[in-house]
């Protein structure tokens, strides 16, 4: 469906209707026969009708185009009062601004946001209700921090909110202190694994330091050996060259 076309301050040229609901273009498509549509209009025209309602030729979903751009402008240039005139606001825009402008108009009709509550309020007028509603959120008066959701839950019972509300502190709590044993467990085994490996590391080098002694010691028992051995030859040698 269009823009209802009361709300349009001037003329508007008859191009800008569309040809299905006779109000002014919302989301106009083009057929090729150049008639022009709401968006939402065509498509269900065409769900049961396979033509234009103009001029009957046959078009299809895959042939509808954009408004010609000059036609887009003059649309768009149109201006109008907002859909809440009747609620008090006196906004006239332009159609291209128009969509922004409701949106944040503060003469919508909008939904109370508290659970519960059907009221529908001007968008001005609703911190007003939101500080009266009854649905509206609040702590419970006899100070036992319970939150009040509704009219029911002012009769609630604070002796047992607040041991509610122990238990799941309790319950908290619990989950924390095991979380922590479990992270500092983990990190105790991590440390643990690291001090083996350091440890095996450490007494692999012993062992190969204990090896590489005893090879030392080898060596230096046969160097003394060989030196024992010169001596003697040196000894002998000396005595034969005193007997001659």
């Known amino acids: 469906m269009g823009y209802d076309i009361d709300r349009f301050v001037g003329y508007v040229n008859e191009g ?3 040809s299905i609901c006779r109000d002014v273009l919302e989301d106009p498509l083009q057929a090729p026969c150049e008639h022009a549509f709401c968006t939402a209009c065509i498509h269900g025209w065409l769900v049961h009708h396979s033509n234009c309602p103009e001029d009957r030729q046959v078009i299809d979903v895959s042939l509808l185009r954009p408004l010609y751009r000059y036609m887009k402008n003059d649309l768009n240039r149109l201006q109008l009062h907002c859909r809440n005139r009747e609620y008090g606001c006196e906004m006239v825009c332009s159609l291209e601004s128009i969509d922004r402008h409701e949106r944040e108009c503060e003469y919508s009709q909008i ?3 508290n659970a519960g509550c059907t ?4 968008r001005r007028n609703l911190d007003g209700h939101l500080a009266v ?5 609040r702590e419970c ?17 604070c002796v ?24 500092l467990e983990s990190r105790l085994d991590s440390q643990r694994r690291h001090m083996v490996q350091k440890e095996s590391i450490l007494q692999n080098e012993i062992e190969e330091l204990k090896s590489q002694i005893s ?10 050996a060989v030196e024992r051995q010169h001596r003697q030859e ?7 060259k005193r007997e001659l």
């Open 215 to 224: 090879r030392l010691m080898s060596d230096v028992r046969s160097l003394m």
């Open 160 to 183: 047992a909110e607040l041991r509610t509300e122990l238990e799941l502190l309790r319950s908290e709590m619990i989950c924390k202190v095991e979380e922590a044993k479990h992270e």
């Open 119 to 122: 009221v529908q309020i001007e």
């Open 16 to 18: 800008l209707l569309c």
């Open 141 to 157: 008066p006899n100070g036992c921090g319970y939150t009040i959701l509704s009219v029911e839950d002012t009769q609630h019972n």
């Open 133 to 137: 509603c009854e649905y509206r959120s």
């Open 234 to 240: 040196l000894e002998q040698a000396e005595l034969e």
């Open 111 to 113: 939904p109370c946001s």
